[in-house]
């Protein structure tokens, strides 16, 4: 259900009147007057138990184990013809099976469908709110197919009971082979080795749906058996704000994914197999068969490498989101009104980069991998969520980062994107930047803490340091940046010895970096991306944004030192992929230099229908022909983090996670036309409302 329609109102209808009013009783989680008066900043914040905090009910989770091994290097000694190798091992995305689970004998705990979540206000009395329980469980994750796996191997991975796994979804319907059905003809999901509630479970409601303290010699709603008390505090008072009761017995829940706070919808086309492959044919394998053309041509007799398009649009009444794949996250939208209509979209897209920054660089190992060509050709849709609170959605798999995955949470008012890093060394000088780039005029100020009165979105650079062209070889260092001039250093270059770069390139006899590396302006961003907020904002929408360490494992930490701000408002600057203020053309190479007609002219077409081919130009601020090949792709407002270098993060060849990082980056979206409110609601987790469970006071 995408959306409800509440039928018009006739004053004089007091039957058409009872009727509304019942169904936005239905439908609405929280009227406003209902609903907690909250500091602003804490509105937004969801409320997530962990199992393990209602002693009584929960039984232990499960704790498993595997060996790991060396399966993905007898794949790729099966494919390379070494004597011995076993072609068994080629298994594609996969959850392996534990050696050890301690949930197999485990006793079932309560019933997920027996728990529900309430609050008490003097003037309701008991009133159900959206509430939902997410099990998690262990996996062991492998693809050892992938070319990269011999490094890779098997992970472990702590994540949801999806409603459904998108990788399992990899077999053909007999009637349509570009139509991707269950592998084996039923299975859809991996259920909880431990059945109901254990204590890795997660509860979850959202702050502002809590209520007052019920008294302690007032009843339970009927057929509730027992209860246990939440009291919602705010650590910046140490006060507590509110109340809400998780409860147990045989109620049905008043709240689920049709009538919650959050819709996910799959595309009509989202189970349809597409050609789909990294440039890095072997990175992340998939199963060979029949594809999809663009013309819409089912082709079945040139198997190809192919994954289904996994198309979704996620909508609450605050905003609407939108994936055209598993890495591609391009439209994010902003209601005004809170009523599941739309304002214009206001990204361009999500993108990623490892090793360069754009195309046309070098690098001594490795080449240019970013979200289209590389990471969504080598990922699978590890699985999808939705409850009445949040969405969940994880991808799996990023070109050499076999088992990295990265996990979407959608509330309300929040969208949380939380990445597993599990990968191999990274060449000093640049590493891996993940940022948003915003369409042209569509947003209009940037602020962070070091410009808290905001600098213009206009596709002009504000932070005059650290956008910088670095050549580093045998023959010697040479950097170019502008921002050099202001620190007396003439015509913004440093040259020791005598380096070929960048225009010259690498040299024949030895590797060098030759990049665009984005570093800080400590002026401008800060140092440490970890430490503060970053506002975007503009007439049709606002986000504000933090990043934070998550799970810190014992290797890990260290890289919050590193975790670069990246931010980039300059409509020269086109990073290889994207679409608005123009497309990027020529896939995996830069359009502007390159010499090529097809990359560097559009079409103008004349009143009277006559044609010509025109210079491409950088966008300045026009509003006619955005989203056309008049204007090159630019970086409108990106920003980010930039993981400046990277050592080992893939867990030492272990199962175990000792040096992956987890980090997570918290969005909240707001109306348009506001100022700074990056403090407000921006803070440290610390910041955040918490959450004390007790039981319930005896009646």
Known sequence: M???????????????????LALLAAVVPSTASSRLELPQGLETIPIVIEGAELAGWAVPA?????????????????????????????????????TVATGAVTPAGPAIESLTGWRWTEAEGWVQIPFQ??????????????????YS???????????????????????????????DGQTTFTPDTVPGLDTDDELVFMARDAGERAPSQGGLPEGITDAREISVLDPATGLVVGYAYVMMGEVEAAFDSDNGYVRYERDDDADVYEFSESSYDNYGAAPEGAWTNSEGTCVTDDPRQRRPRDGATVRTARYQYRYDGRWLMTDWRVSAGDDWTYGPDLVDQWKARAFQQRPGGETPCCGYEEEENNWGGSSILMGER???VRAIRETWGADSGTNVVRREFFYAEEMR?????RVHVITPIDGIYTQWDYNAGAVETYYNPQVPDGVPIDG??????????MYVGQDGILVQDEGLEEFGVESGEIRVGSPRGPTGGCAPDGGCVNNDVDTTDPRFSGVNQMLQWEQITGPNGTLVSRFHAEDVTPAGSPYAVVAMPYYRDDATFDDGTGSNPGPHLHRRGLDEGSGDPRWETWTFTHEDGTTEQRPREHWAGQVEDVNTARFYQGSIGTHGLHLLFIADSDNAHTTLPLSEIVAEQRMVVLPGGVGNVGDAYAGSPEEQLEALVAPRRPL
Do not use: I, K
Request: a negative charge; charged letters at 20%; glycine letters at 8%.
């Open 153 to 183: 191997e098997t992970d472990q991975h702590t994540t949801y009971v999806f409603d459904r796994e998108g990788f399992r979804f990899m077999g053909e319907h007999p009637d349509d082979p570009c139509l991707a059905v269950p592998t």
């Open 2 to 20: 995408s959306r409800h329609v509440v039928p018009r109102l006739f004053p004089t209808a007091t039957a058409a009147l009872l009727t509304v």
């Open 62 to 98: 499960n704790v498993a184990a595997h060996p790991g091994g060396a399966n993905g290097a007898q794949c790729l000694g099966a494919s390379s013809g070494v004597p011995g190798a076993d072609p068994e091992t080629c298994t594609h995305n996969t959850f392996e099976d534990p």
């Open 133 to 150: 329980v997410d099990e998690m469980d262990v996996r062991f994750l492998s693809n050892n197919n992938s070319g990269f796996a011999a």
């Open 386 to 388: 939705v409850g009445p």
């Open 417 to 421: 994107q939380r990445n597993f890093l």
């Open 460 to 469: 002009v650079n504000d932070d005059a340091l650290g956008n910088s062209r």
